[in-house]
């Protein structure tokens, strides 16, 4: 995960990743490492195959050259899954942006990123390990961007979509890292909205199904 220098969102981060970690090694045959938190400006980042980014519209715009790493990146096969945690928070004009998802705008202007849409109902994603219709997090009704299909038309009455590779940017208001994240004991550290059990149970098979397409495409 990208250390923003807010304390308090590094820690739900980590939280977070710790908890869908659990769930991992619960569920499936993956024991992941030790959610490493990473300075984009100095870590290494071609150790890791996912970053998660929480957008804090209050941390300091990164540098060009820390995006230009980021650019890399993701250039070299890294995805890196945006966060901007505001599902609930856009303004009252229908044009208008929270400071988060301004943010991200900034930071995207500045990467090579790929048209992106929606995860479509036939994508893999939907059922790379779980069968999902949608990907909630601490919030919902927010959808998962992914990179946009190249040929979506040749689908030859097959159930999910041809073509190979995975998508080097995802983006979120959902916030993930908040319906996954747990304390010392196991138990969840921030509720869900609306206040739903199964939201929480489905984040985390939100969370499966990314690192399952994530580690398994080419």
């Known amino acids: 995960y990208v250390l923003t220098g807010n304390p308090s969102v590094d820690a739900i981060s980590r939280a977070g990743l710790d908890g869908l970690s659990r769930f991992l090694i619960e569920k499936t045959a993956l024991e992941p490492g030790q959610p490493a938190g990473v300075d984009i400006a100095r870590d290494e980042l071609a ?15 990164p540098s060009e050259d820390a995006i230009a790493r980021i650019d890399a990146y993701m250039q070299q096969g890294g995805t890196v899954l945006f966060d901007t945690r505001d599902q609930y928070a856009t303004g009252i004009d229908a044009g208008s942006a929270s400071p988060a998802t301004q943010r ?13 849409e929606p995860v479509p109902e036939d994508h893999v994603l939907t059922k790379s390990f779980f069968i999902l219709p949608e990907f909630p997090g601490r919030f ?29 940017i995802m ?4 916030d993930f890292a ?29 969370g499966v199904n990314i690192v399952m397409y994530m580690l398994t495409g080419n």
């Open 171 to 174: 983006i979120t208001a959902n």
């Open 104 to 116: 991200l705008r900034d930071i995207l202007d500045h990467l090579n990123v790929p048209p992106l």
């Open 140 to 168: 919902s009704g927010g959808p998962l961007w992914i990179e946009a299909s190249l040929d979506a038309s040749n689908v030859d009455n097959r159930p999910v979509r041809t073509g190979d590779g995975v998508s080097p």
């Open 47 to 61: 150790f890791y195959p996912n970053i998660y980014w929480p957008i804090d519209p209050n941390a300091a715009m």
């Open 178 to 206: 908040g319906a996954w994240a747990i304390d010392a004991s196991g138990a969840p550290m921030l509720p869900t909205v609306p206040s739903d059990f199964m939201q929480r149970v489905y984040a985390y098979r939100a």
